[in-house]
């Protein structure tokens, strides 16, 4: 027997085991920041992730607390700071956490902030609205996640081609409500009269056309002005259920798109719940949203042109 896979050892024992390199905070706070200007509405949306560093040798040898403020106060910060200072820019949001920890906190000497900020665009959607009124400006599109998709089935005599995409993320920042549903001993949401109303759209169309003797459609301007009519019917509903804008949606496109028979859409509820900010004195008029990635509600609904036998598979691409 050798002594190979031990520590080694020397006169005094084991050398003892040291804390090094020491961080912690909290990971990934997702908040979306409203700023209404009348009917034109900003958005930021920012994954903040704080890691603080300082004397923290009590609490890792003894568990002993009071150099720690909580990760859950971390994450409160970031909601209370939204808030107060709203978010100009990542990197200035990013300053103001970290000297605030720094500066308030003796024990805290170091603290690191990354932020990953996402991208909108906004929707122009010129909705029907009483004259005078200013057009509605508070519909976005998230940059740089869509993808295009198509499939193409051929037996020798017919074609079936399906299109459509994944990754389309959309929000509307107001024109969204839920309420008067069906309430049981296990139900405990608050009804909604102004809420966020997000949801990452995977659709799938099928056109009518199977036979080569008929001339195809023309496909990159039919998937194009399909998008958009996806989009028009998103931004341009004032909803009181997602399945309500589900439906808005499919049913424009069949409406606007001769050559498509079908639509399926599966709209998984991204949900933005309010913040409740009054513990910190503050109030929260529809500005500060915590963003949740699960679970989410999960919305699908095939509309077809009447008449037509739904053939597009019911899953897409969801659990
Ligand atoms: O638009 C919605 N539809 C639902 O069926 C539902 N259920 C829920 O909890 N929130 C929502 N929102």
Redesign the pocket.
């Known amino acids: 027997m050798t002594d190979n896979h031990r520590a080694p050892t020397g006169p005094a024992g084991p050398a003892p085991a040291v804390l090094a390199q020491n961080q912690y905070g909290k990971a990934e706070t997702r908040v979306v920041r409203i700023t209404r200007d009348g009917a034109t509405h900003h958005l930021k949306d920012l994954n903040v992730s704080v890691a603080l560093s300082g004397e923290m040798a009590e609490v890792h040898h003894h568990g002993r607390n009071t150099n720690v403020l909580p990760t859950d106060t971390v994450k409160n910060t970031v909601y209370a700071f939204a808030k107060e200072h709203g978010i100009a820019s990542a990197e200035g949001f990013g300053l103001l956490l970290a000297r605030h920890f720094v500066t308030t906190q003796e024990p805290i000497h170091r603290a690191r902030v990354r932020i990953e900020e996402y991208a909108w665009d906004r929707i122009e959607a010129p909705a029907p609205r009483p004259a005078g009124t200013p057009e509605p400006r508070h519909s976005f599109v998230r940059r740089g996640q869509e993808t295009r998709v198509t499939q193409i089935t051929y037996d020798g005599a017919r074609w079936e081609v399906v299109s459509g995409l994944t990754g389309l993320v959309v929000l509307n920042s107001t024109h969204s409500e ?1 309420w008067g ?1 069906t309430k049981d001993p296990y139900t405990t ?1 608050p009804e909604a009269y102004d809420r966020i ?1 997000a949801t990452e759209v995977s659709a799938r169309w099928r056109f009518h056309w199977s036979d080569d003797a008929e001339p195809a459609p023309a496909w990159d301007t039919s998937w194009t002005r399909t998008r958009d009519h996806a989009l028009q019917a998103f931004a341009g509903t004032y ?1 009181l ?3 309500q804008t589900l439906y808005a949606m499919g049913a424009r496109i069949i409406e606007h798109r001769p050559e498509i028979a079908e639509v399926r859409l599966s709209l998984p ?1 991204k949900h933005h719940f309010l913040v409740d900010l009054e513990p910190f004195g503050l109030d929260n008029d529809n500005e500060v949203y915590r963003v949740a990635d699960r679970p989410y ?1 999960l ?1 699908e609904a095939t509309v077809v042109r009447d008449g037509v036998e739904p053939r597009i598979p019911v899953d897409l691409s969801h659990p």
């Open positions: 839920f549903y949401l109303l909803s259920s997602l399945q509820n509600g919305i």
